[in-house]
């Protein structure tokens, strides 16, 4: 059965700080990993990696594929209260997107 | 315009009732899903559709079944209600395109059975 882990479950931190969110992943057949938000309410992508060491960045955030260690990091510098969301991490395989159970992020003022 | 529609919102209901839950995708994707959210957050797969193919998650009990009447709509119904179904309902919507597909959310359907 397909596997997606994420760490920490929630995180505190100020703003300004930066953050960061690992996921780690065991899938069949991998293709591909996903990044979302979720604030109220539909989760919004973020990311999509394929490749190992390719670092995927929009303004703050950015992200890096470890296909060899299994693993998916989310990087955001320079926090603000807007980025206070559920973070979603998920793998494509074979049984299709299988999702993490997230990161409650809470950046505080 | 809304790319990943569902109806309604909100869904509050008894024990027992069946109801339906809608979802459209103007995005012209081929295959369509639904996710149940619980309260601790956990977004898990209920269902994938495409016009070829219905793959259903084994856990999901046979009170639920998704009708497509046709590739833009993907419509959730659930006979005989519990407590335990009370959640959010995600549609969603993707297009696999050589092997990696990124998926477009609905903004959740939330079912409180009382």
């Known amino acids: 059965e397909d596997k997606v882990v994420q760490s920490p479950l929630s995180l505190v931190v100020h703003e300004g700080d930066t953050v960061t969110l690992n996921c780690s992943y065991e899938?069949?057949?991998?293709?591909?990993l996903l990044w979302y938000k979720q604030e109220k309410k539909a989760p919004t992508f973020l990311f999509m990696l394929?490749?190992?060491?390719i670092e995927k960045k929009s303004g703050r955030l950015s992200s890096i594929l470890d296909k060899k260690e299994l693993f998916s990091i989310l990087n955001i510098t320079a926090t603000q209260t807007g980025d206070s969301a559920i973070y979603l991490c998920a793998a494509h395989g074979a049984d299709g997107l299988t999702f993490g159970k997230g990161t409650h992020l809470i950046i505080q003022p | 315009d809304t790319a990943v529609s569902q109806t309604p919102k909100y869904l509050v209901t008894q024990m027992g009732n069946d109801k339906s839950i809608k979802c459209e995708q103007n995005?012209?994707?081929?295959?369509m899903y639904w996710y149940k959210q619980d309260s601790k957050k956990f977004l898990k797969i209920m269902f994938s559709?495409?016009?070829?193919?219905?793959?259903i998650n084994e856990t999901v009990p046979n009170r639920f079944s998704p009708k497509s009447p046709d590739k833009a709509h993907l419509n959730l119904h659930i006979n005989s209600l519990e407590l335990g179904d009370s959640a959010v309902y995600f549609c969603a919507s993707s297009q696999r395109t050589g092997g990696a597909e990124k998926l477009f959310f609905g903004s959740g359907t939330q079912l409180s059975v009382l």
């Open positions: 394929t490749s190992s060491g």
């Open positions: 899938v069949t057949n991998f293709r591909s």
């Open positions: 995005l012209g994707h081929d295959t």
């Open positions: 559709y495409n016009n070829k193919e219905l793959i």
